[in-house]
């Protein structure tokens, strides 16, 4: 089993910036993704960004140029840096780990971005 805990949401205004942190409770190096995913009020959940375990990021879209995914082993935490900020942006965002058989979820960490 696996813990991931989340922070580092809040409210911001548009234009501005935070940067969400996941902590996992055993050691990255064995994870083959980690991602993060958003889900806003009536829809559905969405990839926003990932990173495998050799350093490889995929991005969505909408978020390309404004949001960067990294990952600290030495803190077993992946971070989101989110810049930029645009009221559409808001959701609950959730990190999600892949340590192969299995996918493990965090509880979520919500972000508002005001207009």
């Known amino acids: 089993q696996v813990q991931l805990v989340e922070s580092g949401g809040g409210l911001v205004q548009a234009g501005g910036s935070l940067r969400l942190s996941c902590a996992a409770s055993?050691?990255?190096?064995?994870?083959?993704?980690m991602a993060w995913y958003r889900q806003a009020p009536g829809k559905q959940r969405e990839l926003v960004a990932a990173?495998?375990?050799?350093?490889?990021?995929n991005y969505a879209d909408s978020v390309k140029g404004r949001f960067a995914i990294s990952r600290d082993n030495a803190k077993n935490t992946v971070y989101l840096q989110m810049n930029s900020l645009k009221p559409e942006d808001t959701a609950v965002y959730y990190c999600?780990?892949?340590?192969?058989?299995?996918?493990?979820w965090g509880q979520g960490t919500q972000v508002t971005v005001s207009s």
């Open positions: 999600k780990a892949q340590f192969p058989p299995y996918n493990y």
């Open positions: 990173m495998s375990s050799g350093g490889s990021t």
């Open positions: 055993r050691s990255l190096f064995s994870a083959n993704v």
